[in-house]
């Protein structure tokens, strides 16, 4: 039988009270919550929120009451302020439990601008010697020990499973920062080597791995310049079989980073006896270093994203996510409730069926707090249907 859940921000449930939110997920007959546990920052717009209508989410902070669980690294999670008086993830466990719903942690780990701001020395550093002032750099001790000590810390409490976001390297350029303007066409190919790392960390990591990276540096600035100047400026260019053998060299290394930080994340997710699953960009995303085949016999379960507009975009997607998984991890397949995606209830019900025909494990629904009260109504009409049949 499929499972459903839906992702759900902390401040849905202080603002619309932790029974409230559990009393729709019932009636709904959604099996399991996404709590975002650690977050980073958003100005969001929240339609059916009974106290405002737009929130300004802090940047970088945790929503429960952490331990002392950091000793190996020196990046300490910092509590949200708002919400400094309340453990919610607590709140949220104490409820579900009585409702039988599964709470899993949704946790966002190196997509921190508050720690790469004050912690310059763990951020990446792109190709042109630039920090990134929104990532740090995986290939640190002690951004891994942060990781690791985030899963002991979170799996204390009562979840069923951790569900990492950014916990490798980025996968392109773009991110929505304050501001962020691009007054040129910036393809998959320059997105994406934007994003590869040149510290000491990662140049010594990838020499272990065999990759040379400063060799590679020039190179790779030589084909981004090639992407985003002149008449490539506003057109996207073919890549050409040098910069596809460079990008190739390059994934493998960080592929393997990947792949050693979840293993070792599962491992200590499995020493509490919680899950450990793994948020991946679309399938669709052509030049994304780290796909699902790369880490389906690492993590337990996977949650793949289908933010798509297209309904037929949502179906191949679906497919191509269920040909990869292939049976070697859970399948969550994950739909935007929200404008333009899965917006309507003819919309909800056949991206639903995308899922479910794709062979998934679990469809999910991003979000609760920015779907309008109309969408979630036809939304528990569609899972209650599907519950019964």
Not at 73 to 95: F, K
Not at 155 to 166: C, D, G, P, Q
Not at 313 to 332: H, I, P, Q, W
Request: glycine share 6%; hydrophobic share 40%; with cysteine.
């Amino acid at each position: 039988m499929t499972l459903f859940s839906i992702y759900v921000h902390p401040w849905d449930v202080a603002d619309e009270g932790a029974s409230t939110l559990l009393d729709y997920l019932c009636d709904a007959g959604i099996n399991e919550l996404n709590l975002a546990t650690s977050y980073h920052s958003g100005r969001f717009i929240l339609p059916h929120n009974p106290t405002r209508r737009v929130y300004w989410a802090e940047e970088g902070v945790v929503y429960f009451a952490p331990s002392g669980e950091y000793r190996e690294t020196p990046l300490r999670p910092r509590r949200c302020s708002e919400y400094s008086y309340s453990d919610i993830l607590d709140s949220v466990c104490n409820g579900a439990a009585d409702r039988d719903i599964g709470v899993n942690s949704w946790a966002v780990c190196l997509h921190n601008s508050a720690f790469a701001s004050v912690h310059k020395n763990f951020a990446l550093i792109d190709a042109f010697g630039t920090s990134d002032r929104n990532m740090l750099c995986p290939s640190h001790t002690e951004t891994r020990n942060y990781i690791f000590s985030l899963v002991d810390d979170i799996a204390r409490h009562s979840v069923r499973s951790i569900k990492l976001e950014s916990a490798f390297f980025p996968q392109r350029i773009e991110h929505g920062d304050h501001h962020e303007v691009f007054g040129v066409n910036v393809d998959e190919v320059a997105s994406l080597l934007l994003t590869v790392c040149f510290c000491d960390s990662c140049v010594k990591r990838a020499r272990d791995f065999g990759l040379n990276l400063n060799e590679c540096r020039s190179q790779v600035r030589g084909i981004i310049d090639r992407h985003i100047s002149g008449a490539a400026g506003s057109t996207s260019l073919k890549m050409n079989e040098e910069e596809a053998d460079i990008i190739e060299r390059i994934g493998s290394f960080r592929r393997n980073t990947a792949r050693e930080i979840l293993a070792e994340a599962r491992d200590h997710a499995h020493s509490a006896g919680v899950r450990l699953d793994c948020i991946l960009s679309p399938p669709r995303c052509n030049l994304a270093d780290v796909r699902l085949p790369d880490i389906a016999d690492t993590v337990d379960g996977t949650d793949v994203l289908l933010y798509y507009p297209s309904v037929k975009d949502v179906a191949t997607g679906a497919s191509e996510a269920g040909r990869m998984a292939a049976g070697r991890c859970d399948l969550s397949l994950v739909l935007r409730i929200t404008f333009p995606f899965a917006y309507t209830p003819d919309r909800i019900s056949d991206c639903i069926d995308s899922c479910v025909n794709a062979g998934a494990d679990g469809v999910a629904f991003y979000n609760y707090g920015w779907a309008t009260s109309e969408l979630l109504s036809a939304l528990a009409v569609e899972v209650r249907r599907r519950k019964v049949r």
